[in-house]
C-alpha cells in the first residue's frame, strides 16, 4: 500500500488556535457553554456552521455537544466549495487530515465504494487545497468522538437534482453502517442585522420541517441564503433516507451576536436529523429484531399493567386516589423491577424505573407511570389533556446477574447496570437494539449514561451487570 498522504491543516492559527492545549481548552469552553435541547432517538446527521471559532464556535458547540453521550466511528461530512470549480463533488483519498490535535484518519470503505461513481464523484486536488469549511469541523469531533473515520466529501454542484443523486449514493453506501453524517453550512451573508435574521428563519423553519425541497425552492428564488446549501439539502435527503423522520433546530446565532457589530452579519445554524424512538421501535419490529425475553405474562396480565400505569397518571393529574388492581393474578403479585417509558407521539416524554421492587409488579408498575410522568427531571410534567394519547412502553426486569465476560452480553435480551462508586446507570435491553450497538459500545454508552468515562468498565472496582426485561 502506498505511503499515505497527510492533508495539512490550511487554517490552523487563523480560524481555530494552532496550539493544541488552546484549541482543546477552547473547545470545551464552547461545549460546556452550550445547552442544546434534549433529544430522544437515533442521531442520523448534524448541521453545522463553519466559520471561525470566536463567531460560530458557541452555535457549533449545540451540535456537537449531542456527540458526547452518543459514540460515532465513523463520520462523513459535506461541505461546500468556497474557492474551486469543478462538477460534482470530490472526496480527498490520499490520506488522512491532521489538525493541531493530531491527524483524523480516512474510512477507505466509504471513500474507495462513493469513488467508483466518478459521474458523481472524483478527487479534484484543488477543491482541498485551501478549503475551511470541512477542516473546520474535525477540532470539535476529535474532542467529542476521541477516535473516529472520516469520509470527506467536498461539493461544488449543489443544485437539488445533484443533491438527490448523492443523497442516494450516500444511503446506498452507508445504509447498513453505523455512521453520522455532518452538513457544513453558514447562513446568510452581509446583511443588517434584522433582515439576516428574516432570511435565516426562513432557512430554519424548512429545517425543522425536513424539507430540503422547500428549502431548494426558497434559495432559488432568494429567500434565503447559504453557502453550504447544498451539503445541507444532500445531508437531509440521505438523512431521511436513512430513517430519520425530525428535524430540531439546536441554536441559532449569527455574528453580530458576538463581535457587537450588526452593519453586515452572517448566520449561523445548528440543527440535528434524527429517528425518533417510535420510529426506532416500529423499525425493530418491522425487522424482526427480538427484544428482552418471555417472562410468562399473558396478554390480560400485560393489558392489565398498561390500564393501571394509565389509570395512575389521570389518578395523580387529577388529584384523585391511587387506583388498586383486585384481584390481581399471581404474577403480577411478584416483586419483580420495571421501567415505564412514555411517549407523546413521536417524542419521549419520560421514563423511570425501579431495577428492585420492594412491593408487587403492578405496585412497581403504577408508581413507576407516576414517576415518569410527573418527575422525570428531563421533562415537565404530563398535562391532563396528553393523557388519552400517551403510548406507556412497559419493561419488567429480571434480576441483575454479574457480568464475569463481555461475551455474555446478547444485543436485544440483556440491558446493562453499572456501579461505580457514587455513579450507576442502566441501560434497557431495547437501547442497544434501537441503536445497533455491539457489545463494547453498550458497556461505553452504560458507562456515560453513569457519567463516567466510557471505558470504566474495564476498572477493578467497577461492578457491571446484565439482565434481561419482557418489553411491551
Known amino acids: 500500500m502506498a505511503q499515505e498522504i497527510i492533508r495539512e491543516s490550511v487554517i490552523a492559527g487563523s480560524w481555530y488556535p494552532g496550539n493544541p492545549v488552546v484549541l482543546k481548552k477552547d473547545i470545551q469552553r464552547y461545549l460546556d457553554g452550550a445547552q442544546p435541547p434534549s433529544l430522544q432517538g437515533e442521531l442520523r446527521a448534524l448541521i453545522v456552521p463553519h466559520a471561525g471559532y470566536m463567531y460560530s464556535g458557541g452555535v457549533a458547540a449545540h451540535a456537537y455537544r449531542l456527540l458526547q453521550d452518543r459514540p460515532f466511528e465513523r463520520v462523513v461530512i459535506v461541505a ?39 459521474s458523481l464523484v472524483r478527487f479534484v486536488p484543488e477543491a482541498d487545497a485551501e478549503e475551511h469549511s470541512l477542516e473546520i469541523q474535525l477540532p470539535f469531533l476529535q474532542v467529542v468522538l476521541k477516535e473516529f473515520r472520516l469520509t470527506p466529501i467536498i461539493m461544488a454542484d449543489q443544485s437539488l437534482p445533484f443533491c438527490e443523486k448523492l443523497a442516494e449514493l450516500l444511503c446506498e ?21 434584522g433582515e439576516a435574521k428574516r432570511l435565516d428563519k426562513i432557512v430554519c423553519d424548512r429545517v425543522e420541517s425536513f424539507d430540503p425541497t422547500a428549502l431548494s425552492h426558497d434559495l432559488q428564488v432568494g429567500e434565503c441564503e447559504a453557502c453550504g446549501a447544498g451539503p445541507m439539502m ?40 434524527f429517528q425518533n424512538p417510535s420510529a426506532a421501535q416500529a423499525a425493530r419490529r418491522e425487522r424482526g429484531t427480538p427484544v428482552g425475553i418471555d417472562l410468562g405474562l399473558d396478554e390480560d396480565e400485560k393489558q392489565a399493567l398498561l390500564d393501571i400505569a394509565r389509570r395512575a ?15 390481581p393474578s399471581r404474577k403480577l403479585e411478584e416483586k419483580r423491577g420495571a421501567f415505564v417509558c412514555l411517549h407523546a407521539g413521536e417524542d419521549l416524554r419520560g421514563c423511570i424505573g425501579m431495577i428492585e421492587a420492594k412491593g408487587s409488579l403492578w405496585e412497581t408498575v403504577r408508581n413507576m407511570a407516576v414517576q415518569a410522568a410527573f418527575s422525570d427531571p428531563r421533562f415537565c410534567a404530563v398535562k391532563a389533556d396528553e393523557i388519552p394519547d400517551l403510548d406507556i412502553e412497559i419493561s419488567v426486569l429480571t434480576p441483575l446477574q454479574p457480568l464475569t465476560d463481555m461475551g455474555q452480553i446478547e444485543i436485544g435480551k440483556h440491558g446493562l447496570f453499572i456501579k461505580k462508586g457514587y455513579h450507576s446507570g442502566l441501560l434497557l435491553p431495547q437501547v442497544a437494539a434501537e441503536r445497533g450497538w455491539n ?31 419482557d418489553v411491551f
Not at 462538477?87 to 480516512?106: D, E, I, Q
Not at 453580530?256 to 457589530?261: C, L, R, S
Not at 397518571?313 to 387506583?323: F, G, V
Open 80 to 118: 461546500p466549495s468556497h474557492r474551486a470549480r469543478f462538477k460534482g463533488a470530490s472526496v480527498y483519498n490520499l490520506g488522512g487530515y491532521r489538525t493541531p490535535l493530531g491527524v483524523v484518519p480516512l474510512d477507505h470503505e466509504i471513500v474507495d465504494a462513493l469513488l467508483q461513481h466518478s
Open 173 to 193: 453506501t452507508c445504509r447498513d453502517l453505523d455512521v453520522l453524517l455532518i452538513a457544513s453550512s453558514d447562513l446568510s451573508h452581509f446583511h443588517p442585522y
Open 234 to 273: 444532500t445531508t437531509m435527503l440521505a438523512a431521511k433516507a436513512l430513517g430519520a423522520n425530525k428535524a430540531k433546530v439546536l441554536n441559532y446565532a449569527n455574528s453580530g451576536d458576538v463581535a457587537g457589530d450588526k452593519r453586515g452579519v452572517v448566520g449561523y445554524l445548528a440543527a440535528a436529523l
Open 313 to 327: 397518571i389521570k389518578a395523580q393529574c387529577l388529584n384523585e386516589p391511587m387506583p388498586q388492581l383486585s384481584p
Open 439 to 469: 457489545g463494547v459500545e453498550f458497556l461505553e454508552w452504560t458507562c456515560k449514561k453513569a457519567g463516567l468515562p466510557g471505558d470504566s468498565w474495564k476498572d477493578p472496582d467497577a461492578e457491571v451487570f446484565v439482565f434481561s426485561a
